[in-house]
T-cell receptor
Framework: EAQVTQNPRYLITVTGKKLTVTCSQN?????MSWYRQDPGLGLRQIYY???????DKGDVPEGYKVSRKEKRNFPLILESPSPNQTSLYFC??????????????FGEGSRLTVL | GENVEQHPSTLSVQEGDSAVIKCTYS??????FPWYKQELGKGPQLIID?????GEKKDQRIAVTLNKTAKHFSLHITETQPEDSAVYFC????????????FGKGTRLSVIA
């Protein structure tokens, strides 16, 4: 089954404790992206990746890191989480972005709470 | 960069009535306009999209219209059903270059049986 898988789905952590949210897709997609969803603010892009070893900042990259060492994986890293990073996070992928703009496939979301 | 405004933020309709959600965008070069539906506890899912070479597109009970001159596009849902209750997001982007998809803030649609 074609899907985007995120882990963990739920996480409660404390300020300053490094964490990683993993994202994996099995559709051989070039493009992957991370979004955060907050009430009243919609979906805001954190980072995106056009292909392996190619990552770029979105609208709200502060406090986050990403890497794209393999095509299928795009982990989101919070080196020192703070309470303002409490949010619902979505990973998404698509066949291409730009010339081949197409459907974004989203994961089920990861709800993160930073105390 | 692109800015997408979406209205209303919440919408309640009676089952069987129509629902309309409107979006405006700022970048006149944007030419790809998708709509995503997010059900409770799930990620958004594409329901329909339109490109700037057409003015309207229909898929059963949903339709999208685009007015490039006014830079706005709308989602129309006819004969609404309880399963249409969800959060809907519009988005806009250029279909060339590295410009990402920019989303509106979302509309929570409630269909009352």
């Amino acid at each position: 089954e074609a899907q985007v898988t995120q882990n963990p789905r739920y996480l409660i952590t404390v300020t300053g404790k490094k964490l990683t949210v993993t994202c994996s897709q099995n559709m051989n997609h070039e493009y992957m992206s991370w979004y955060r969803q907050d009430p009243g603010l919609g979906l805001r892009q954190i980072y995106y990746s056009m292909n392996v070893e190619a990552t770029d900042k979105g609208d709200v990259p502060e406090g986050y890191k990403v890497s794209r060492k393999e095509k299928r994986n795009f982990p989101l890293i919070l080196e020192s989480p703070s309470p303002n990073q409490t949010s619902l996070y979505f990973c998404a992928s698509s066949l291409g972005q730009g010339v081949n703009t197409g459907e974004l496939f989203f994961g089920e979301g990861s709800r993160l709470t930073v105390l | 960069g692109e800015n997408v405004e979406q209205h209303p933020s919440t919408l309640s309709v009676q089952e069987g009535d129509s629902a309309v959600i409107k979006c405006t965008y700022s970048d006149s070069a944007s030419n790809y306009f998708p709509w995503y539906k997010q059900e409770l506890g799930k990620g958004p899912q594409l329901i329909i999209d339109i490109r700037s070479n057409v003015g309207e597109k229909k898929d059963q009970r949903i339709a999208v219209t685009l007015n490039k001159t006014a830079k706005h596009f709308s989602l129309h849902i006819t004969e609404t059903q309880p399963e249409d209750s969800a959060v809907y997001f519009c988005a806009a982007s250029r279909s060339w270059g590295n410009t990402p998809l920019v989303f509106g803030k979302g509309t929570r649609l409630s269909v009352i049986a």
